[in-house]
């Protein structure tokens, strides 16, 4: 699958556990093949990020009322 990025996309990835890999907890047969997959996608999505960028992020986020909790502030 070729997965393409533009301007304006997010890509969020939500709880990827080794448990559900082969040799997990609760494993899943080939469970482990979208790791690469996952890697990929993430490389394709990161670019560098300007302050201006970030402002532009945040206020999108703020007015789509989506509450993020970063780590650091866990």
Known sequence: MTQTFQPGDA??????QNDFCPGGAL???NGNTII???NRWI?????PVTPE???DARKKIQDANIQ???SSSV
Do not use: H, M
Request: glycine share 4%; proline share 9%.
């Open 68 to 70: 993020i909790v970063s």
């Open 11 to 16: 890509l969020i990835v939500v709880d990827v």
């Open 53 to 55: 960028g970030r402002k």
């Open 27 to 29: 494993p899943i047969e």
């Open 43 to 47: 490389a394709d999505a990161t670019l």
């Open 36 to 38: 690469p997959v996952l």
